[in-house]
């Protein structure tokens, strides 16, 4: 009896401890089956994200690039360094220009032409060179001429590429600036008084004749151009001298006995300058009138009675109003003037020395310095006889 009732326990037992490892069973792989449905939900739902993301950035015009996978080697992008300006090595002080200053303002592009330069003192030479000059380059020598002519009466056309002048025969030549293509145009013509004188569109020369039985002679406007070298002579008479012409055409500066006279180009008296007399100031030479006839560069000074028929000089040391005879003032930044020669469109070159040499300055209509350029030493001892554009 008591082996059938262990026999009953010990099956009741069993039945009990399969019932627990069958519910425990149950449980976990419940509970195994529910983190997989977990996981699984979870992915759908980042692949739904990943999806959207990714449809997100490919329409974004500002997307960023993918990230790199975990075993693609980094590579970190640096900024191009940005290049340091290269160091000047400009200088104001550099050779062939003027000592530095507030005002220099030496610039490569100089909006004047060339220059054109003569004697200034006595030769023991018969002959002396002509010589250009163009800011940025060096002297040329150009053709030779009498002294009578560099120092009293050649001119240079308005392009530059013409030279008349007379010879101590008194005749009347032409030639390019290189000397070449040289032509005797007229005779009898009076060297001091007038000499050779352009019109601004090359074509013309203004001069005097000299009289057989002595006394002024006429004025005449010679067509060099013409086959005939027809001369057109003026009905005025005038002692005046030292001529020049404007770059319009429509005046013509003389000096007379005392002060400065302006006449139409057929010779028509206009109106003289006022500010000059027989007992104050006068005048020797009109170096250059403005283009249209309102301003006049010249050297004033007290000197009582006419200066003759001697070589010109033609250092300035004032521009005037032709109209009231003030002064115009000039920007010469306390240096002394030498020389001024106005330009077709109003604007000055003016020389002025500095130091023991000379500058020159491009001044505009108005006043105001433009440029500023050291001449040569080697032209030092000569004076500008001409400039063109």
Known sequence: ???????????DLAEEVTVV????????????????????????ALVLVAAAAGTAFAI??????????????????TPTPTPSPTPSTSTSDAP???????????????????????????????????????PGGSPVRLLALPEIALRGNMGVSSDGHRVAWVDPNNDLFVSDADGSDKQK???????????????PDGRRLL???????????????????SAEKNVRWWTTETEACKAFWSADGQTIAMTTNYGVTLYGADGTKKRAVP?????????????SLAPNGSRVALRRHKEDG???????????????????????????????????????????VVRVQAGSGYAVLLVDEDGKKISETAEPASLKDSQILAVVD
Not at 21 to 43: E, F, M, N
Request: glycine letters at 10%; proline letters at 7%.
């Open 1 to 11: 009896m008591n082996d059938q009732r262990l026999r009953l326990d010990l099956s």
């Open 21 to 44: 490892d069958l519910r425990d069973r149950t449980l976990r792989t419940s509970r195994r089956l529910g983190i997989q449905r977990a996981v699984a939900t979870s992915a759908a």
């Open 60 to 77: 974004r015009p500002d997307q960023s690039p993918a990230p790199l996978p975990a075993d693609t080697p980094s590579v970190t992008a």
């Open 96 to 134: 062939g220009s003027p000592p530095s200053s507030g005002s220099s303002t030496n610039t490569p592009a100089v909006q004047f032409g060339k220059l054109f330069y003569g004697l200034t003192g006595v030769i023991r030479e018969q002959t002396w060179n002509l010589r250009s000059w163009h």
């Open 185 to 199: 145009v007229r005779s009898s013509v009076d060297p001091y008084c007038v000499g050779a004188v352009w019109s």
């Open 207 to 225: 001069f005097r004749e000299i009289k057989a039985a002595g006394g002024p002679g006429r004025y005449g406007v010679l067509d060099i151009r």
């Open 275 to 287: 500010g000059f007399s027989r007992d104050g100031w006068n005048t020797d030479d009109v170096v």
């Open 306 to 348: 006419d200066a003759g028929d001697v070589p010109r000089d033609l250092r300035v040391n004032v521009v005037l109003d032709t109209r009231t005879g003030k002064e115009v003032s000039l920007p010469l930044g306390g240096r002394t003037l030498r020389q001024v020669y106005f330009q077709s469109d109003g604007s000055m």
